[in-house]
């Protein structure tokens, strides 16, 4: 049996292998390996596709659409290595075999992401090209697929800033911006960054006037006008490359005034008088309808939209206003003739129709409807008496006329088809201050009391309301910690000198800039008294400085430099001081 068998082979092997002295034993030697050949079959997936293994004595670059199939000869196998892998991937493999002779590598990667984040808070959004990429970075970081060899390069600031990219980490780009915004000091021009910081950007070798309220930021350059001792205007500009300042450059045209409207940047002209506007890197002309009238006025904003007051050269009673909506000039649009001063307020509107304002013989407010045809338009007038003070306010896309009047504070209404046009809303709380002036702008509401003793007159803040909200003045001083009444300007108004042919009568005492008045909280016995100043809006409040003179803030020191969506700037005459908030 085969069963037998197994048990005399053990026997004979126990025989043989036990028993007998140590001298008859003898070392048994492994036999030497002998060098085989083994294959290696690799597989790649397309992003692995390029990528370099090294295999023994080969080397070889992957491909996505055919396996490579490599053989070398050794003694034993040694494990593929993959080659320089960049960072811009992650990869996996998988070794098989199928014989001790035979194996199989499969080798997938993935595309990691190349990142991009804004590193500086309060930055204006930024806008990079990467490869063929346009990425517009803002609140939140970008992650887009990664390239090689690609710098990315900023395009777009999005805002009066300088920027660079850091690359240093590879695919995870860091964009540090710092936002600046435009000073004049000294006779100079600055970048401020913050109060700390700032950068000379126009050194003004011929002492020229800078125009105050006329440098802007648009298209990548700064703006701004200086005005020489005969009178002639200049218009600068200084652009900026991939963040960095860069060209500086005097143009061609005698600009006395800038706006934007529509996304595009306006100039007004003088000697002669024109509308310029600025379109594909260079100034053209507009609008011929200046030609034939006098200027009586610098460009009036309504939002976006600019107004140009003009009267005729052959008939004094002849006015109107040339309009740019929304980019677009549009023909002159003539008042009543009712009208003989012009009012520094722009056309608004109220429940779809559109009105101009302006001051008849008697100095009567006149409320001219401006949706009829030119003929109709002489007697589509309504007549308020006794107008102390108004201002326009808008809430949501309607605007509204508020008056100040014998009667107290009212809101025009009219009826019209038997209907009453629409309220604001209701004036209970805002005549119960029984104000003796109503101002702000189209953000916000303001009103208040005027004080005039012997040696100054001023204004106290009464009341404010933005939207839905109104606030009175013990919630206003609780925000600013103080009983103090809360003491403005008793006018607003900042002197343009570059219009002295300005002829506009103001009919807003107190204004507000995008929402932010200056005001003194603090004693005010006397003129060494000294408080603090503010700035103060519907929804925030900046203390600027203390120890503050009540006489430097009577005799009007301070004013708004600039205010931009960053920044919050004010200057101080008498000290010739700059003070610099970055808003939050």
């Known amino acids: 049996m085969q069963f037998k068998s197994f048990l005399v082979s053990l026997s004979i092997l126990a025989a043989s292998g036990c028993g007998g002295s140590s001298g008859d034993s003898q070392d048994t030697k492994p036999s030497a390996i002998s060098e085989q050949t083994f294959t290696l079959k690799i597989t790649a997936?397309?992003?692995?596709?390029?990528?370099?293994?090294?295999?023994?004595?080969?080397?070889?670059?992957?491909?996505?659409?055919?396996?490579?199939?490599?053989s070398a000869t050794s003694k034993t196998f040694v494990k593929p290595t993959l080659l320089a892998i960049p960072e811009s991937i992650t990869c996996d493999t998988q070794l098989s075999n199928t014989t001790t002779l035979n194996y199989s590598l499969a080798v997938k990667c993935v595309s990691s992401q190349a990142s991009f984040v804004q590193t500086t808070l309060y930055s204006y959004p930024v806008t990079i090209r990467y490869g063929e990429q346009s990425i517009q970075l803002k609140d939140s970081p970008v992650s887009v697929p990664p390239l090689t060899m690609i710098e990315p390069e900023i395009t777009a600031l999005g805002g009066p800033q300088i920027c660079e990219v850091d690359d240093s980490s590879n695919l995870k780009f860091k964009v540090a911006c710092r936002p600046y915004t435009v000073v004049y000091e000294k006779r100079k021009l600055y970048l401020v960054f913050s109060e700390q910081e700032k950068q000379l950007l126009f050194d003004n070798p011929d002492k020229e006037r800078l125009i105050e309220s006329e440098y802007l930021w648009f298209d990548e350059q700064v703006w701004f006008i200086t005005e020489g001792a005969s009178t002639q205007y200049k218009l600068h500009s200084a652009s900026f490359d991939n963040g960095q300042l860069g060209n500086y450059k005097i143009h061609d045209i005698n600009a006395s005034s800038l706006a934007i409207s529509g996304g595009k940047l306006f100039a007004l002209t003088s000697f002669p008088d024109g509308v310029y506007s600025w379109q594909s890197?260079?100034?053209?002309?507009?609008?011929?309808?200046?030609?034939?009238?006098?200027?009586?006025?610098?460009?009036?904003?309504?939002?976006?939209?600019?107004?140009?007051?003009?009267?005729?050269?052959?008939?004094?009673?002849?006015?109107?206003?040339?309009?740019?909506?929304?980019?677009?000039?549009?023909?002159?649009?003539?008042?009543?003739?009712?009208?003989?001063?012009?009012?520094?307020?722009?056309?608004?509107?109220?429940?779809?129709?559109?009105?101009?304002?302006?001051?008849?013989?008697?100095?009567?407010?006149?409320?001219?409807?401006?949706d009829v045809i030119p003929s109709a338009r002489d007697d589509a007038v309504f007549s308020l008496n006794n107008v102390r003070n108004a201002t326009i306010w808008q809430n949501g896309n309607n605007q509204f006329l508020f008056t100040n009047q014998d009667s107290g504070i009212e809101q025009f209404k009219f009826t019209r088809e038997q209907v009453e046009t629409s309220t604001a809303f209701d004036l209970t709380a805002l005549r119960q201050t029984t104000?003796?002036?109503?101002?702000?702008?189209l953000d916000t509401l303001l009103a208040g009391d005027f004080v005039e003793t012997a040696s100054i007159k001023y204004a106290v803040l009464k009341y404010l309301r933005k939207a839905g909200t109104e606030q009175s003045e013990?919630?206003?001083?609780?925000?600013?910690?103080?009983?103090?009444?809360?003491?403005?300007?008793?006018?607003?108004?900042?002197?343009?000198?570059?219009?002295?042919?300005?002829?506009?009568?103001?009919?807003?005492?107190?204004?507000?800039?995008?929402?932010?008045?200056?005001?003194?909280?603090?004693?005010?016995?006397?003129?060494?008294?000294?408080?603090?100043?503010?700035?103060?809006?519907?929804?925030?409040?900046?203390?600027?400085?203390?120890?503050?003179?009540?006489?430097?803030?009577?005799?009007?020191?301070?004013?708004?430099?600039?205010?931009?969506?960053?920044?919050?700037?004010?200057?101080?005459?008498?000290?010739?001081?700059?003070?610099t908030i970055t808003l939050d």
């Open 474 to 579: 013990l919630q206003l001083q609780s925000r600013l910690n103080t009983t103090q009444p809360i003491r403005v300007y008793n006018e607003t108004w900042r002197t343009i000198a570059s219009y002295a042919r300005s002829n506009t009568k103001k009919i807003t005492p107190i204004v507000s800039e995008q929402g932010y008045i200056l005001v003194y909280v603090g004693d005010a016995s006397s003129n060494q008294s000294t408080g603090q100043l503010w700035a103060l809006s519907a929804d925030k409040e900046y203390l600027l400085k203390d120890d503050v003179s009540w006489e430097s803030y009577s005799m009007k020191d301070f004013h708004f430099e600039t205010i931009s969506e960053k920044h919050l700037v004010v200057y101080s005459e008498f000290a010739n001081e700059v003070i």
């Open 435 to 441: 104000p003796d002036w109503i101002g702000g702008d």
């Open 281 to 370: 890197g260079k100034w053209k002309a507009v609008s011929n309808l200046i030609n034939d009238g006098v200027l009586k006025s610098e460009f009036i904003a309504n939002n976006q939209d600019l107004y140009l007051a003009l009267e005729d050269n052959n008939e004094v009673s002849s006015k109107s206003y040339i309009q740019i909506i929304n980019a677009q000039i549009r023909g002159r649009t003539l008042l009543s003739k009712q009208i003989s001063t012009f009012s520094h307020t722009p056309f608004f509107e109220y429940d779809d129709i559109t009105f101009g304002l302006g001051f008849g013989t008697d100095e009567q407010l006149l409320i001219n409807v401006m």
């Open 45 to 70: 997936n397309g992003v692995a596709a390029g990528l370099e293994v090294s295999w023994m004595d080969n080397k070889a670059k992957l491909t996505a659409d055919k396996a490579i199939e490599l």
